[in-house]
């Protein structure tokens, strides 16, 4: 091994893992990327399941209700189609930003942060220090 003092360590400024740490695995996400690849039967017609659920998605912010392939209808409460809704607007649009004003020795220093909950309300709790 090249890179190994003869003391069992390794030489400054070498690293024993040139490629660093191999990434990690995102199991869940493999899966439903894997699932959602796949194609099912609608009308003769072979669709994604992505755009299956994409279409239901629509269709729920839209009508409140969502025709399943099998011709099953499911009809959403208030609070859910505004869940669909809000899911929808932070897929597209991304997480809402929300913006506050510090002031640091009289001067305002303007400090945006990006609420990624999507559906939770944020409250405005704020203490004097």
Known sequence: MANKTG????????????NGRPPKSRALTDILEKAGSQSVEVDGKKVSSKRIVAS?????????????????????????WLAVVKFLYAQIDGPPKAEMDV????????????DYRVG??????????
Do not use: H, R
């Open 7 to 18: 003391k069992g360590g390794w030489e400054k400024g070498k690293s024993g893992n040139p």
């Open 56 to 80: 239901l998605l629509w269709q729920v912010a839209t009508t409140g209700t969502a025709t399943f392939p099998d011709g099953s209808i499911l009809s959403v409460s208030p609070q859910d």
């Open 103 to 114: 002031t640091s020795n009289g001067e305002t220093i303007p400090v945006s942060f990006i």
């Open 120 to 129: 939770l309300k944020s409250s405005d709790d704020s203490t004097d220090a």
